[in-house]
């Protein structure tokens, strides 16, 4: 998480640019949104389904790489799940074909799913509480020894972290009691946090309940429709990077 922290201070940012590509000349609006939020971008998140539905989209995404400024991170949205050879396939298709610096895994299957992706200088993002709102919610699911499923996701995540460091959360901001939740369980642990904006997420519970007290940093929040769907998307950016810094300065001032 060295690059990501390193461009969180430098930018002064915790805005994630997430990169859901729709409708028409999707390659001209992805440079352009690449081009105006680069300078208020903490990181830039493509969600691999939207590239993969698309016959260009391993190539469109090549250039998506190239076109990101160095130093910004690029966390490729996959939510990887496999094991063994599959996954470290998987790992090599997110770093060695695309490039990204780093990635989210579903740890579905253990730390088998997740430690193909923990190479050194890449992050991988567990998910833990999702933003979701499903009927059937196994994240929600409360275990015997105590705590649920998401808890435990968090756990493991916690203890794997003293040997792969890279490692951080999924952890959406539908729910602020469960991200203030998680954010206790693991205080210094970088969450990269979707659901602000059209899932309805709070932005200001969401940095209340979710930055380090540290430091104020490890949050990445994550927008991706109020920006693609922006009149100026750079405009939209600065705005939000504003309010977020806004927010974390009473947050920091309120702790002090």
Known sequence: MEQLTRRAQTANSLLCVGLDPVGEN????????????????????????????????????????????????????????DIANTAERYAAFAYDVIGADGVTVNPYMGEDAIL????????????????????????????????????????????????????GLVVGATNPAALGHLRQRCPELWFLVPGVGAQGGDLAATVQAGCRQSDG???LINTSRALWQAAEPGAAARDLTFQINALRAERLSATI
């Open 26 to 81: 999707v390659e001209a609006q992805l440079q352009r949104v690449v081009a105006e939020t680069a300078e208020y971008a903490a990181g830039f998140k493509p969600n691999l389904a939207f590239f993969l539905a698309r016959p260009d989209g391993v190539a469109l995404l090549q250039r998506l790489r190239e076109w990101i400024p160095q130093g910004v991170p690029m966390i490729l949205d996959g939510k990887f799940g």
């Open 217 to 219: 940093l490890g949050v």
């Open 116 to 167: 193909p992706f923990a190479r050194p200088g890449k992050a991988v993002f567990v998910l833990a509480k999702t933003s979701n709102k499903p009927v059937h919610s196994w994240q929600d699911q409360e275990l015997v020894k105590g705590g649920t499923v998401s808890d435990f996701s968090a756990d493991v995540v916690q203890t794997l972290t003293h040997e792969h460091p890279g490692l």
